[in-house]
Nanobody
Framework: QVQLVESGGGLVQAGGSLRLQCAAS????????MAWFRQAPEKAREFVAS????????LYGDSVKGRFTISRDNAEKTVYLQMSSLKPEDTAVYYC????????????????WGQGTQVTVSS
């Protein structure tokens, strides 16, 4: 069983930056691919970024490419999402996800999920 806890969300002005963190309880965190998704009110869950267990095969959603950076620290059992040049349309609840066998864009393929952290970008 894997527990994921996100933190770092908050209110920021457009053009600003935030860094999200996701702390995992998994004994073998280094064997899990990790991802970030987001969901705005009345919208579908959207892929943001993913990273495999080695820290490679990094993917980004088209809407965040060039502005967001995903990284992981296996020793700290934590995955990060550095968000820069934030826009009001980035406002959403951001979720961390983990899976041992999948590291792609399809949210239904991730087995473990955190509770989410709210990010609000004001114009």
């Amino acid at each position: 069983q894997v527990q994921l806890v996100e933190s770092g969300g908050g209110l920021v002005q457009a053009g600003g930056s935030l860094r999200l963190q996701c702390a995992a309880s998994a004994r073998s965190f280094n064997l899990y691919a990790m991802a970030w998704f987001r969901q705005a009110p009345e919208k579908a869950r959207e892929f943001v970024a993913s990273i495999n267990w080695l820290g490679g095969n990094i993917l980004y959603g088209d809407s965040v490419k060039g502005r967001f950076t995903i990284s992981r620290d296996n020793a700290e059992k934590t995955v990060y999402l550095q968000m820069s040049s934030l826009k009001p349309e980035d406002t959403a609840v951001y979720y961390c996800a983990a899976d041992q066998d999948y590291s792609g864009r399809w949210y239904k393929s991730y087995k473990y999920w955190g509770q989410g952290t709210q990010v609000t970008v004001s114009s």
